[in-house]
Structures are given as structure tokens and as C-alpha cells.
């Protein structure tokens, strides 16, 4: 571990007025915790927190590192940091970050949901998603799922149902939402869907 960052508990001012110390373990163990939580983000993530550098430089350190003695005193350095410093703004954005997070993994979970059913229902349930989303491409759904359902009779590789996927994720996209959250897109990359080469169905 470097030396500029050692850390340890006797470094912890305990003032004059003698703050209960069993507070303070609680709120420094509250600190570790958000130190784990900042090691977990993306780069992108970690850069809206506009952590100060020092934090900053030994929440990316310890981001790389396996879990063994010297990740948890970088952990303990970075709460000792935050406990010298007014965190409130930085937990305040790390919340929204969580917050924005769940709402992915639910956004996530509807739309798989509904591309499963459309694959296995076929129009009985397009008809009902069409109800719910009256604006949808109804033309695009109806050529995607008939592309799925062809692909998983056969056995291919599920291209048209990715790309129903990502329509599907358009469709349930909460407005105002910016789609930047990683983790939930199909594993592989697509190739971009070019609507000028399905059938005019009209």
C-alpha cells in the first residue's frame, strides 16, 4: 500500500466537547461503506461525484484491487478522508446514482419481460403491447417479432431479438431518463437495423 495513504484509527480527532465515540465508529463505518459503494462505479460514474483529487485518486486505486488487507486500508484511508470533509453533496450524488441505477434494473426486467412474451405469444401479446403503447411502431414490432420467432425455430443466433430488445427498451425509455446506464444491453454488439431493407408490408 502507498504511504500517502496510511491510515489510522488514532488519526481521528475526538474534540474537546467528547463526542460520543460510538457514534463516531458508526458514522465511520457508514463512511466505509459509501468508500465500497464508490469503488463499484464506472469511470463515467465516479467522475459526476467530482470526488476531491486525493479521494478521487484512492477510490481508482482500490477499484483494481483483490480483497485483501491493503483494499481494506485504502478503504479505511478514503472514509477518513470523507469524515474530514463535508460529504453531504457527495452522498447526495451517489444516492441519485443508486436511484438511477435501480430504476435501470427494473426498465431492464420490463422490457425482457415483454420481448419473452412477444417471442412466445406471438400476436395475442403484440396486440396487447400495442394497447399499452399506441404509439409504437407497429409495423417494426410486428417485422422483429416475426424475425425472432423465425430465429428461434431455427436455432440462429438471436439477432432480431436483440433488436426487438432495444425498440422495446426505447419504447419503455422514461422520458427525460438519458440511457447511459451500462449493464443491461444484449452481451453482444449489434449490427445497426436498417429499416429500408424490411418488406413494404402496406
Do not use: C
Amino acid at each position: 500500500m502507498n504511504e500517502e495513504y496510511e491510515y489510522d484509527d488514532e488519526e481521528i480527532e475526538y474534540y474537546a466537547i467528547r463526542p460520543n465515540k460510538t457514534q463516531i465508529k458508526k458514522d465511520m463505518a457508514a463512511l466505509f461503506a459509501v468508500s465500497e459503494e464508490m469503488s463499484e462505479l464506472s469511470p463515467g460514474q465516479l467522475k459526476t461525484l467530482e470526488l476531491p483529487e486525493v479521494i478521487n485518486k484512492a477510490v481508482v486505486e482500490v477499484s483494481g484491487m483483490p480483497h485483501k488487507g491493503a483494499r481494506k486500508r485504502l478503504l479505511k484511508f478514503i472514509a477518513g478522508q470523507l469524515h474530514k470533509i463535508d460529504a453531504e453533496p457527495i452522498l447526495e450524488k451517489l444516492a441519485r446514482i443508486k436511484n438511477k441505477s435501480a430504476h435501470a434494473v427494473r426498465e431492464h426486467h420490463i422490457v425482457e419481460r415483454w420481448r419473452d412474451r412477444l417471442i412466445a405469444e406471438g400476436n395475442d401479446a403484440l396486440t396487447e403491447l400495442l394497447d399499452e403503447q399506441p404509439h409504437a411502431d407497429r409495423q417494426l414490432l410486428r417485422q422483429l417479432l416475426r424475425n425472432a420467432q423465425k430465429e428461434a425455430e431455427a436455432g440462429k443466433p438471436p439477432k432480431s431479438s436483440r433488436l426487438l430488445y432495444r425498440r422495446l427498451k426505447e419504447l419503455f425509455q422514461v422520458e427525460g431518463e438519458p440511457d447511459d446506464e451500462p449493464g443491461f444491453e444484449d452481451e453482444d454488439d449489434e449490427e445497426e437495423f436498417d429499416e429500408s431493407s424490411m418488406p413494404n408490408n402496406r
